[in-house]
């Protein structure tokens, strides 16, 4: 699954609040296979503490039997200046897609966003590199989060309405901490007084 990266021969810097990335020359490449995975695997681990995120959705979806789905993803967010940086991680990984998401603001350039949604590439690509390479700032409690909600998933208890609400309970203290708009519903507001018990 890990293989060496194919970088300029110039050295490359992303600077984000207190950290600095620095890509590999071209030149040491193969000079060390083990110590080059190694700072690849570090870079990676410290692009996601700054440009990384693990989140949750539960999403409107009149297809599905409880009229609402979940919405795992993995995301990596860069302008668009900065693409190639994202399709490096994306052949690291040998999975995920690239987004460009259109600006309609004073920013003038658009952003990327290196995106996995597969439950499967999430449970045995994402989760099992960040267990291998734990993260270092505070998006280690997210992907805490990320990995018990995952495994529920899993096992197939999201599709339980017990199961959906506790899931929705894991999910708004994530991230930004919003409340869950499928808790929020009507039809689950009805429901929450009697839900206890194990999942």
């Not at 110039?10 to 071209?26: A, E, G, N, T």
């Not at 689950?188 to 194990?198: D, I, M, N």
Request: hydrophobic residues 35%; positive net charge; charged residues 25%.
């Amino acid at each position: 699954m890990l293989e060496t990266l194919e970088y300029p021969t110039i050295l490359w810097y992303y600077i984000h609040i207190d950290y600095v990335y620095i890509m590999p020359s071209k030149k040491s490449i193969g000079a060390d296979n083990q110590q080059e995975r190694l700072r690849i695997v570090d870079w990676i681990v410290g692009f996601t503490d700054g440009e990384g995120c693990f989140s949750v959705s539960i999403i409107k979806n009149s297809t599905t039997k409880s009229g609402w789905q979940i919405f795992p993803e993995f995301v990596i967010t860069q302008g668009a200046k900065s693409e190639s940086v994202l399709k490096d991680i994306q052949k690291f990984f040998k999975c995920g897609k690239i987004y460009v998401n259109q600006r309609h603001d004073n920013h003038k350039e658009n952003l990327c966003r290196y995106c996995v949604r597969s439950i499967h590439e999430i449970s045995e690509i994402i989760i099992p590199f960040f267990k291998e390479n734990p993260l270092m700032t505070a998006k280690r409690y997210d992907f805490a989060k990320f990995v018990k909600v995952i495994s529920w998933i899993v096992q197939g208890k999201h599709l339980k309405r017990r199961g959906m609400i506790k899931i929705a309970k894991v999910i708004q203290q994530m991230n930004r901490k919003v409340p869950a708009r499928f808790l929020e519903s009507s039809e689950t507001k009805r429901q929450l007084p009697t839900q206890s018990g194990k999942i």
